[in-house]
């Protein structure tokens, strides 16, 4: 089992043709992903190529537009590859086609864009859900991986992780690579996003493969604080989570757009507690948050 993408997701990529989509195709293809083609308006009607591990060359279609492609090819995963300017576009243009997941890589897309498009998914019936924008994606390990998380350092297991960092996931996947995972999401560190911690912790607690789950949180806004809350009122299985930022001083922003801290709110300290109080435990570095994991795996 995995949460939201599995081997039999047929996945599009929205800017197949650019240098990012050309890569990350073929990385995707690798990790053993079902790439039923791309979409370029502008291109509509060629062909691109790649290797796929077991079938050798593969012609890919370029689609017109989403619609088409799921009309066509019978996609139900879209990953976007396109520049911020026309993100939004790209959004919209996969919210109107209905598209049951929308994975969007893009770093550096406007908040009132990616808010914009939010409130359209919203309008529609939020009938695609949104993972990102500037975030990692999703993979299920040995299945399929729909976004840029490297495919090669962990297998399959019973842990469940979703992040803001894209980073700090790779390095949790690599730390219980022994033990593996069902999915890992990288949800991105925008204000705001398509797919929240509390969205992922409901699909784990749900699936009953995933046994454990690991939170990874960040200074800035109140997102860790609400899962918090969740998982008290919500959560059966264990958590453990890791909050970055403890040193970063106050009202600056950290890396993410997301990460800025104003006076007690948004504190790493603040995060830890709220989670500590609903019984998640929380380490201070990522390593240690790994060991918290490794005890509860050995444990069950």
Not at 105 to 124: Q, S
Not at 217 to 239: L, M, S
Not at 275 to 286: H, S
Request: hydrophobic share 40%; aromatic share 4%; charged share 20%.
């Amino acid at each position: 089992m995995s949460i939201y993408l599995n081997k039999d997701s047929k996945v599009i990529v929205q800017g197949i043709t650019g240098g990012e989509g050309t890569k990350h195709t073929a990385l995707m293809l690798k990790a053993g992903t079902n790439i039923v083609g791309g979409v370029n308006a502008r291109k509509a009607g060629t062909t691109v190529t790649h290797e796929k591990p077991g079938a050798g060359e593969v012609e890919l279609p370029v689609f017109g537009s989403v619609k088409e492609a799921m009309e066509k090819a019978g996609a139900d995963v879209s990953v976007a590859f396109v520049p911020p300017a026309f993100t939004k576009d790209a959004m919209i243009e996969a919210i109107d086609a209905e598209i049951p997941l929308l994975v969007v890589i893009t770093e550096g897309v406007p908040v009132g864009d990616t808010a914009e498009a939010w409130a359209y998914a919203k309008a529609k019936g939020n009938k695609t859900r949104i993972i990102g924008p500037n975030c990692p994606g999703i993979i299920t390990p040995g299945e399929a991986l729909a976004g840029i998380t490297p495919a090669n350092i962990t297998g399959k297991g019973p842990i469940g992780l979703v992040s803001k960092s894209g980073t700090l996931t790779y390095q949790m996947m690599f730390e219980l690579k022994d033990f593996g995972f069902s999915t890992a999401i990288g949800i991105g560190g925008d204000p705001v996003i398509g797919t929240t911690h509390i969205d992922a912790l409901e699909a784990f607690e749900s699936d009953p493969e995933t046994k454990a789950i690991v939170m990874i949180g960040e200074i800035g806004g109140d997102a860790e604080e609400r899962a918090a809350e969740y998982i008290k009122a919500h959560v059966t299985k264990p958590v453990v989570g890791y909050v970055a930022g403890f040193t970063a001083p106050e009202g600056k922003t950290m890396g993410h757009a997301g990460a800025i801290v104003s006076g007690s709110a948004g504190t790493a300290a603040a995060k830890k507690e709220a989670l500590e109080a609903a019984g998640v435990k929380v380490g201070k570095t990522p390593s240690e948050t790994a060991a918290l994991m490794r005890e509860i795996m050995q444990s069950l």
